[in-house]
């Protein structure tokens, strides 16, 4: 597998390249090669004063390449210009990326359940799976928090195909995951299954699948508002990712998430997968 790592030389970036437990969780998945990426704005120019974006710029890459080296993966660098969440994707599908990473922490007090513009911007557009890694927030020298990325995964389905597109990650998450949480929320706004259909027995089918994989899972109904109650759900299980599929019914929906999604992902206390919809679909 091949991951983009995109990094704004922030100390978020920089945490989560630095993280052995971020690089050992990819490792485990599968990942063998990793694309360093760098966007400068179109509106960021080497001249302006009292920025030297250049040095910083080599700087850091030769740092995080070496660390990334080093921890045996085969490692390219990007430098480009332009829009970040566009040129990123459009480097993880000119490589062939099944993964694109990137760190997230919020701003301020007042902003710390809101990520990055770059952050949700790649989450409306990606498209190849995306996980919003998560940093410790209200430190100076921030980092990530050291639990292995996948070991607890809380996966959020309403057994749309997209949900079952996002399930399907298990096939590789799996060598890095030792408990699941299946949770389905049931509300009268959007019915995902036929009437008469039971989510319970639903969800004891997509366990039997991981628990034949040795993951220990269980499985919740819940009942409410869906991002509402995926967040409570994460409250309560603490897990270490929340895994979502993204929805795109239509050449619109395609461009955006579903708000359910970009709720979760912008909210959430930790980590987030999210699975975007086939471009085919």
């Not at 997230?104 to 949700?120: Q, Y």
């Not at 928090?145 to 949900?163: G, K, Y």
Request: charged residues 25%.
């Amino acid at each position: 597998m091949i991951a983009i790592c995109a990094t704004d030389l922030s100390a978020a970036s920089e945490a989560t390249i630095e993280s052995e437990t971020c690089l050992e969780c990819l490792g485990r998945i599968g990942v063998e090669e990793i694309h360093l990426v760098t966007v400068i704005p179109s509106n960021v120019h080497a001249g302006m004063p009292g920025i030297d974006f250049a040095a910083r710029r080599e700087r850091a890459l030769n740092r995080y390449r070496s660390v990334i080296e080093d921890a045996g993966f085969d490692v390219e660098a990007h430098v480009v210009r332009g829009t970040p969440h566009r040129r990123i994707n459009g480097i993880a599908e000119a490589v062939g990326a099944s993964l694109t990473v990137i760190g997230s922490r919020g701003k301020s007090p007042l902003e710390n359940r809101v990520i990055g513009s770059t952050a949700r911007n790649l989450a409306r557009t990606t498209i190849v799976p995306l996980l919003v890694n998560r940093i410790e927030r209200g430190a100076d020298e921030p980092a990530v928090v050291h639990e292995h990325l996948f070991r607890r995964m809380l996966f959020a389905t309403d057994f749309s195909e997209n949900a079952e597109r996002a399930f399907e990650a298990f096939s590789y998450l799996r060598h890095a995951t030792q408990e699941a949480t299946l949770v389905h929320v049931e509300t009268p706004k959007d019915p995902a299954l036929p009437e008469g259909a039971d989510p319970e027995a639903r969800l004891a089918e997509l366990a039997t699948k991981l628990e034949d994989w040795e993951i220990e899972t269980r499985t919740a109904v819940r009942r409410g508002d869906p991002a509402n109650e995926i967040l409570a759900a994460e409250g309560e299980y603490e897990p270490t990712t929340i895994l979502v599929g993204s929805r795109g019914h239509s050449r619109l929906r395609r461009l955006l998430l579903g708000s359910v999604s970009e709720d979760i992902v912008t909210q959430a206390n930790g980590n987030v997968m999210l699975v975007p919809p086939s471009r085919t679909a």
